[in-house]
């Protein structure tokens, strides 16, 4: 029975490997590590060492061995650890190899983010298309004018129910996300800062939410003024898990007009959920001095 293709845990100690390689030449390892353990059987089973390799309490790699590795990997249609499987899509690894190898690749909404179109479309479907999944990469991000990040789903899917003053022609929204869609809005947000336009935050009113907006370089958070804010605001909407966050709010030097809900978020310890400012109406509020 042959001996099985290498994992995609072996496939990565090769690629670190082949890295340190080329800058020393060869490596003296301990045949103990698991890894090496893997890649020594399949180097066995492939004729590509002595059959007692295994057997050593130490081996020495070189790129020589390495290149002949790659070189079986792909006659026989693995995985290769020269190839870069961690930038492919799943589609594209499997073009190439007829291994499975589900934890490596991009995965498949790691660039995608969940949109809310300015104008609802027709889905064919007899209704309303207002929302979709779609790859960030494929926005024309410089034909939009702001950037609005919600962040809870239940909000963001019910964004309309709202009083936004938002006063921009072609807002780009989305969803912050979870598990599925962080990804995506990070790497967006990311090339949206070499636009040189606004990023604005529109999510809770307590510790996390406000350090979120801070620290993540938003120019702004959408909230209702100071008044309706204060009067609405309570301790219990600032859960005792999240003030690990105040110090950290609390020494932000932040602009003139976020400073008072800033003291009332740090001083009073008193919060407002994202659910809560239903019916407010909720301004552009600058957070950068």
Same mark, same amino acid.
């Not at 390799?53 to 590795?69: T, V």
């Not at 693995?78 to 490596?104: F, M, T």
């Given at each position: 029975?042959?001996?099985?293709?290498?994992?995609?845990?072996?496939?990565?100690?090769?690629?670190?490997?082949?890295?340190?390689?080329?800058?020393?030449?060869?490596?003296?390892?301990?045949?103990?590590?698991?890894?090496?353990?893997?890649?020594?059987?399949?180097?066995?089973?492939?004729?590509?060492?002595?059959?007692?390799?295994? *057997? &050593? /309490?130490?081996?020495? $790699?070189?790129?020589? #061995?390495?290149?002949?590795?790659?070189?079986?990997?792909? !006659? @026989?249609?693995?995985?290769?650890?020269?190839?870069?499987?961690?930038?492919?899509?799943?589609?594209?690894?499997?073009?190439?190899?007829?291994?499975?190898?589900?934890?490596?690749?991009?995965?498949?909404?790691?660039?995608?983010?969940?949109?809310?179109?300015?104008?609802?479309?027709?889905?064919?479907?007899?209704?309303?298309?207002?929302?979709?999944?779609?790859?960030?990469? *494929? &926005? /024309?991000?410089?034909? $939009?004018?702001?950037? #609005?990040?919600?962040?809870?789903?239940?909000?963001?899917? !019910? @964004?309309?129910?709202?009083?936004?003053?938002?006063?921009?022609?072609?807002?780009?929204?989305?969803?912050?996300?979870?598990?599925?869609?962080?990804?995506?809005?990070?790497?967006?947000?990311?090339?949206?800062?070499?636009?040189?336009?606004?990023?604005?935050?529109?999510?809770?009113?307590?510790?996390?939410?406000?350090?979120?907006?801070?620290?993540?370089?938003?120019?702004?958070? &959408?909230?209702?003024?100071?008044?309706?804010?204060?009067?609405?605001?309570?301790?219990?909407?600032?859960?005792?898990?999240?003030?690990?966050?105040?110090?950290?709010?609390?020494?932000?030097?932040?602009?003139?007009?976020?400073?008072?809900?800033?003291?009332?978020?740090?001083?009073?310890?008193?919060?407002?959920?994202?659910?809560?400012?239903?019916?407010?109406?909720?301004?552009?509020?600058?957070?950068?001095?």
């Amino acid at each position: 029975m042959s001996y099985p293709p290498l994992s995609a845990q072996t496939l990565r100690y090769l690629q670190q490997l082949q890295q340190r390689l080329n800058a020393s030449g060869s490596e003296r390892v301990k045949t103990s590590v698991k890894a090496v353990q893997q890649v020594l059987a399949w180097c066995v089973e492939h004729e590509l060492v002595p059959g007692n390799s295994l *057997q &050593l /309490p130490h081996f020495s $790699f070189n790129l020589a #061995l390495l290149n002949d590795i790659a070189r079986v990997q792909r !006659q @026989l249609q693995q995985a290769c650890y020269l190839d870069a499987l961690n930038q492919n899509s799943r589609l594209d690894n499997a073009a190439s190899s007829q291994q499975e190898l589900k934890s490596i690749g991009l995965q498949p909404r790691q660039q995608r983010v969940l949109l809310k179109l300015n104008t609802p479309v027709d889905s064919g479907l007899g209704t309303a298309a207002e929302f979709i999944d779609i790859d960030w990469q *494929q &926005l /024309p991000l410089a034909q $939009f004018d702001a950037l #609005l990040v919600v962040e809870n789903l239940d909000c963001f899917y !019910q @964004l309309h129910a709202f009083t936004l003053q938002l006063q921009y022609q072609q807002p780009l929204i989305i969803y912050r996300g979870d598990s599925q869609y962080s990804s995506g809005c990070k790497a967006l947000k990311m090339a949206w800062s070499g636009l040189n336009k606004p990023a604005f935050y529109f999510g809770d009113f307590d510790a996390k939410g406000v350090s979120i907006a801070l620290n993540e370089d938003y120019s702004a958070m &959408l909230l209702p003024d100071f008044a309706t804010l204060q009067q609405h605001a309570s301790p219990a909407m600032l859960p005792d898990k999240q003030l690990s966050f105040i110090a950290g709010v609390k020494a932000k030097t932040v602009a003139a007009e976020f400073q008072p809900y800033q003291e009332l978020l740090c001083q009073q310890l008193k919060g407002l959920r994202q659910q809560n400012m239903l019916g407010m109406r909720l301004a552009v509020i600058n957070l950068k001095a």
